[in-house]
């Protein structure tokens, strides 16, 4: 189909507005149900164009930095079908948990209103509603903005381009959280900014670094165009810098935990699963693609940096009571299992991190939405509160057991699928260098999935299992809105847990020729 | 799509082979549909689907009959060229057998034992889910489909283990309030699963190391093609690997079936209803361990004859076996909860099975160690599902875990008494009748005969946990049969409810194993010979090990006994003699107080209490793995995560900002003074830098 990706990612952008308008005048179902209608096209699109291999799209753009296109190949296909299958299905989900929030603020805001005005404002239904349905306009209209701009980022085929619709997917982020989110949102909010935005600007001078060196910003000139050493070298950590900011990986964690624990649920299982593991994309794009010298250079310090990121991740979650900032340190395990993946430097350590993407979406996905059905439906996200609520959500409760299944990497989960393929390349790399390094950390990381394993299991047990405290007696399951999309996602994990051709096919050939297998 | 069917009476097919897994995970997917409609049907739809995943292994048979094969495949994995397959073979197919058949008798027994269970259709999904695990690693053909089944049979345990989430103190197991080392030895049902399913994953962790360095030199997961050519372990032996790679795989087995020192999962794993007990410890999960022994030994052993030593994986083995055997057995002395001594006792046995697997390939004789492993497989099988599911019963008429609880149930439970004691004779070894008696003279001969370095000290442990062995069968069927009636028992009388057999369905399974027990021990010595010569001809065929026929010439025993090894049946005979009188003297006579003996000497109270504190094995383990880890991380979170990043670099920012922001404000004076003075200075700074 023509202009199908160009379609998939401005179609987003372009009726946004309309979601807007239509949630104002109509109210949340209106918006939602259009927005889904959107995300359901482009989807399908997106879908349509991996199936049919390699696809590309030029456009023209300005001279200064070349043309705009779009690229569909093995590398990028399971990040933009993930990220859209994940989009689609959380609008759904973001329904009942927004309009919860919604309440929750209109509630707030009354109350600030009373104690500044001092007079008793009678609160009328009518006002309510006008207040969901301007909210539910704008979120809707905010989450198409986000979806595209990460679609945008991962299909970008110009390094401007890229930065673009990089910086696209953190404005929309950062309202998100600023006016939705828990706890000191703005703060938070600008937290995100700032060090996102940060990292952003260390990866633009990579980008300046490299585009002025050779005149031009198109991938296909980099690819063939020989970089200085020096250039390249300063040019490739600049970058690595960046994306490592995004990818959250260790001491560059420092927004994650707060952003994650408090953006709105469903934009939490946006950004951990889809937004951040986009960070690797680049990695994968710019440095593994773009930079093979370098990379050789790099790859074992990606290795150990990416090792300790595991360790600490998880040692960290260890040690949450709240159940978002522990997926949250989840998520800063996980990332450190791609960086881990990326180091090893083999065609299937290197396929093995792109698999730990697609399993960390299902999986992660799945654990943010459980998260929110207990914000929304017990009231607290404090794990020491909870308990035995198994018997209460049973739904949410299996789901979640099969989320955990798919961090942990346990079989027939598509964690499994990611896991040892990954691991597998680690080991493959440190025989055939027979280096000790690489030995010992191949060692290391597997011990790290013991502990990936407690932290779950404990976590599990601490909230589903065990005796229920009394306050959670009248506790109900989810509604469909919030139940359907995890069983969707727990669905897709075993299907990809047994069969996981559906994205080794497209990832292996490309990982072959990116390392000249 | 190759299948291999060799001149078989009638034709054993590969679906059959696939069907064996596949209903079992049929049943359990339709499990939740079937108790939405009706809870009542799900018992049935189980057992239905139980029997027929066993009829499907028994229709595998025929390829026992003649050592041969059924091998089929399918494309799994196309993008790194991995197939999965079915692999028939006759250790496979005895094993399915096994499997499925024990299986059955106890989804039977479950049936009564579940009655009126509220979760009845969650207990049957993770029961079926947990028969298809074991069968995959049972008809498997390569190393990555076993794992599947391998982790699956972990997950079943973890959700069977804490199938009681509500964490009630009655499902707890342990002595409430009793610490060893500071720790409480009691725990909840959810703790238990999690810690079973953790400990088994340090061995999974170790098998996956070993699987994959096995497929980087192989590059094929697949145990026929392992045996196609032998670079690969030309090539790892060169570097040193090759042994590392099958310790590491036998670390699987050693968390699976809870050898030391991956072994204390096990005693929690009893928080579990007995049934899954009964399953766990019978017919999957730990056998799952031995199976994988048994699986790659041969190859292991097939490589020696190419050159290419591993004898250190058979050391290792046999030790950690022997160390389990003994080490088990002594703690199945003293505990107090029936399931307890009964998990012990379990893990004592595989210790046995595990030695004589390793012993194995010590000798010259492989088939020897290895027939003597499997058989003890087979007849511990039987007996401990007798003995798991007839403690199962008491338990459900006592309303207690605790012998302490039951004793003089002699009178009131009939037949659970006959068939306890008919079990419990085949965990003893009771001489010429049991198959029990036979399967660890098996293991007692291969040990003794080896002519490895090793075969002396294996040979004292082996007697020495024998002894212990029969010591702790007669002791708890003292404290549950013999003596006056507990006040646990006598309170429950007065209250109006009275001790009674258990029902038919729960009965009826453990009488079968129990009968069988006996009834195979009868033929014990033929059906043993039988195996002998089809896993001699099996290997033959399968691995090229050939067995040296040879006659012992004249033997001091009588001609029904021809062919044993006399020292190893002299020393059996010794040792369950020694077993049970000690047992009888104390217990069911109770001509000696024990608690009074044991106190009687500062010695046997140390003793005793070292053992009761499980060796501090537990403990130690929870020190080192639990507390200590907890306690870094926690320090980590503190003083680095909450101090260093958080307020180091996020705070540090913001305050560091502000700061610039009032010294760029301080400037921002409005006075004109001050400006020209900061510009004059400039220009001199300026005009000075010029100069020089």
Redesign the interface.
């Given at each position: 189909m023509e202009y199908a990706l160009l379609q998939a990612v401005f179609i987003p952008l372009l009726l946004s507005p309309v979601a807007y308008i239509l949630g104002r005048k109509m109210g949340p179902n209106a918006a939602m149900w259009f927005t889904f209608a959107v995300l359901l096209y482009t989807t399908v699109l997106v879908i349509q164009a991996a199936m049919g291999g390699t696809t590309e799209e030029h456009y023209p753009w300005t001279d200064l930095f070349g043309e705009f296109g779009f690229l569909m190949d093995g590398l990028a296909s399971p990040f933009a079908i993930m990220i859209y299958v994940l989009s689609l299905i959380l609008v759904l989900y973001s329904k009942p948990y927004m309009i919860h929030r919604f309440h929750e603020q209109f509630e707030e805001e009354q109350k600030e209103l009373q104690a500044a005005g001092g007079q008793s404002t009678v609160v009328e239904s009518r006002s309510l509603t006008d207040y969901v349905n301007a909210k539910s306009g704008l979120y809707f209209a905010l989450y198409l903005v986000f979806a595209m701009g990460m679609l945008g980022t991962v299909l970008a085929t110009n390094l401007i381009e890229f930065y673009i619709f990089f910086e696209v997917m953190l404005i929309p982020g950062f309202f998100l959280v600023a006016i939705w989110g828990d706890g000191p949102r703005r703060k938070i909010g600008l937290m995100f900014l700032f060090w996102t935005h940060a990292g952003a600007v260390v990866l633009l001078l990579g980008f300046l670094m490299i585009g002025l060196t050779i005149g031009s910003f198109d991938f296909a000139d980099i690819r063939e165009s020989e970089i200085p050493q020096d250039i390249v070298l300063i040019s490739a950590i600049a970058i690595a810098i960046g994306l490592g900011v995004k990818l959250a990986v260790f001491i560059f964690h420092i927004w994650l935990p707060y952003v994650h624990g408090s953006a709105p649920t469903p934009i939490s299982a946006l950004l951990s699963p889809a937004m951040i593991g986009i960070g690797a994309y680049g990695i994968f794009r710019l440095i593994v693609e773009f930079l093979p010298a370098t990379f050789a250079e790099l790859s074992i310090w990606f290795h150990i940096w990416g090792l300790v990121t595991m360790i600490y991740g998880g040692a960290m979650a260890l040690m949450q009571d709240d159940i978002k900032r522990l997926l949250a340190y989840s998520s800063i395990s996980q990332m450190g299992y791609i960086l881990f993946g990326i180091g090893s430097m083999s065609v299937l350590g290197l396929a093995g991190a792109e698999m730990m993407y697609v399993t960390h979406a299902l999986g992660k996905g799945i654990l943010f939405m459980m998260a929110g059905i207990i914000i929304v439906k017990v009231g607290t996200r404090s794990i020491s509160k909870l308990g035995g609520l198994a018997g209460k959500m049973p739904i949410t409760a299996v789901c979640a057991v099969i989320g955990a299944l798919t961090i942990m990497g346990v079989p027939p989960t598509s964690g499994f699928m990611g896991e040892w393929i990954l691991f597998y390349g680690a080991l493959e790399t440190a025989i055939e260098e027979g280096s000790t390094v690489r030995a010992v950390t191949f060692g290391l990381g597997l011990v790290a999935t013991a502990l990936t394993m407690s932290y779950m299991l404990w976590m599990l047990k601490r909230v589903f299992f065990g005796k229920t405290p009394e306050h959670l007696e009248n506790v109900k399951e989810g509604s469909w809105y919030m139940t359907a999309p995890m069983m969707v996602l727990a669905g897709f994990t075993v299907v990809v847990g047994i069969y996981p051709d559906i994205f080794l096919q497209t990832i292996i050939p490309y990982m072959q020729g990116v390392l000249g297998v | 799509m190759a299948t291999e069917t060799m001149g078989l009476p009638f034709e054993a097919t590969s679906a059959a082979a696939w069907l064996v897994w596949i209903l079992p995970f049929v049943a359990a997917l339709i499990m939740p549909a079937v108790g939405k409609a009706s809870k009542k049907f799900t018992g049935y739809v189980a057992v239905g689907f139980a029997l027929m995943s066993a009829v499907s292994a028994a229709s595998l048979l025929p390829v026992t009959l003649d050592a041969s094969e059924i091998h089929h495949q399918i494309t799994w994995?196309?993008?790194?060229g991995l197939k999965g397959g079915v692999l028939a073979d006759p250790l496979s197919v005895i094993m399915a057998n096994v499997v499925g058949w024990i299986s059955f008798l106890i989804m039977i027994y479950s049936t009564g034992y579940m009655k009126g269970d509220k979760d009845i259709t969650r207990f049957w999904f993770w029961m079926m889910f947990f028969i298809g695990s074991m069968q995959i690693i049972v008809l498997s053909d390569n190393l990555?489909q076993v794992?599947?089944g391998w982790?699956?049979v972990?997950?079943a345990s973890?959700a069977l283990i804490?199938f009681w989430?509500?964490?009630k103190k009655k499902d707890h197991v342990g002595t409430e309030g009793r610490t060893v080392l500071g720790l409480l030895d009691y725990y909840?049902p959810?703790?238990a699963g999690?810690k079973a399913?953790?400990m088994t994953?340090?061995g999974d962790?170790m098998m996956?190391?070993g699987m994959?360095?096995i497929?980087?030199f192989a590059g094929t997961f697949g145990f026929k093609e392992l045996m196609g050519d032998l670079g690969w372990a030309e090539a790892m032996s060169a570097?040193g690997?090759l042994v590392p790679a099958f310790v590491l795989i036998f670390g699987g087995a050693v968390g699976k079936s809870a050898q030391f020192p991956l072994n204390e999962w096990l005693l929690e794993a009893m928080t579990g209803p007995t049934a899954v007990s009964a399953l766990i410890h019978a017919a999957t999960m730990v056998k799952a361990g031995v199976f994988l022994v048994a699986r790659i030994g041969p190859i292991v052993f097939a490589l020696a004859a190419a050159g290419i030593m591993a004898e250190q994986f058979f050391e290792i083995v046999a030790w950690v076996g022997a160390i389990t055997a003994l080490l088990l057995a002594t703690q199945g002395m003293v505990n107090q909860e029936i399931k307890k001594v009964l998990a012990y006792s379990t893990g004592s046995q595989i210790g046995y099975m595990m030695m004589a697997l390793g012993v194995a390939g010590l000798s010259h004789q492989y088939v020897d160690g290895y027939t003597a492993g499997f058989f003890h497989l087979i007849s511990h099988a039987m007996f401990k599902a007798s003995l798991f599911m007839a403690a199962g019963s008491l338990l459900h008429v006592v309303g207690s875990r605790f012998m302490s609880d039951m004793g003089g149930l002699r009178k009131h439970m009939k037949k659970t008494y006959a068939f306890m004691w008919a079990a419990g004779l085949g965990l003893m070894g009771a001489p010429f009748i049991t198959t029990g008696f036979w399967s660890k003279d098996a293991i007692f001969a291969a040990v003794y005969e080896s002519g490895s370095e090793w075969a002396l000290p294996l040979y004292g442990i082996a007697i020495l946990t024998a002894i212990i062995t029969a010591f702790y069968t007669t002791r708890m069927m003292g404290l549950v049969f013999f003596g006056n009636k507990s006040k646990h028992i006598e309170k429950m009388e007065e209250e109006g409810h009275h001790v009674h057999e258990a029902t038919l369905s729960m009965w009826v399974p453990y009488g079968i194993l129990a009968v069988l027990t006996i009834g195979i021990g009868l033929i014990g010595l033929s059906a043993e010979e039988n195996i002998h010569h089809l896993f001699d001809e099996y290997l033959d065929h399968s691995f090229g090990i050939h067995s040296e026929h040879y006659e012992n010439g004249e033997s001091i025993l009588p001609a029904p006994l021809q062919g044993l090894n006399p020292v190893a049946l002299g020393s059996s005979l010794v040792a369950f003699a020694i077993g049970i009188g000690l047992g009888y003297i104390f217990y069911i006579g109770r001509w000696v107080d024990a608690t009074k003996f044991v106190n009687s000497n500062i010695f046997f109270y140390a003793i005793h209490k070292v053992i009761l504190n499980r060796w501090y094995l537990n403990a130690i383990i929870y020190w080192c793995f639990v507390v200590a880890?907890?306690w870094?991380?926690?320090a980590?979170?503190r003083y680095f995560?909450k101090t260093a990043?958080?307020y180091g670099?996020?705070d540090g920012?913001q305050k560091a900002a502000g700061w610039g922001a009032k010294v760029v404000q301080g400037t921002q004076t409005g006075v004109t003074q001050s400006y020209l003075f900061v510009f004059g200075a400039g220009l001199l700074f300026i005009i000075l830098i010029l100069l020089i």
């Open positions: - | 994995i196309e993008a790194i990555l794992f599947f982790e699956g972990g997950l973890y804490s989430y509500r964490d909840a959810t703790h999690m399913f953790i994953k340090v962790v996956i190391a994959l360095l497929f980087l570097q690997l880890p907890l870094l991380a926690r980590v979170y995560e990043i958080d670099m996020n920012f």
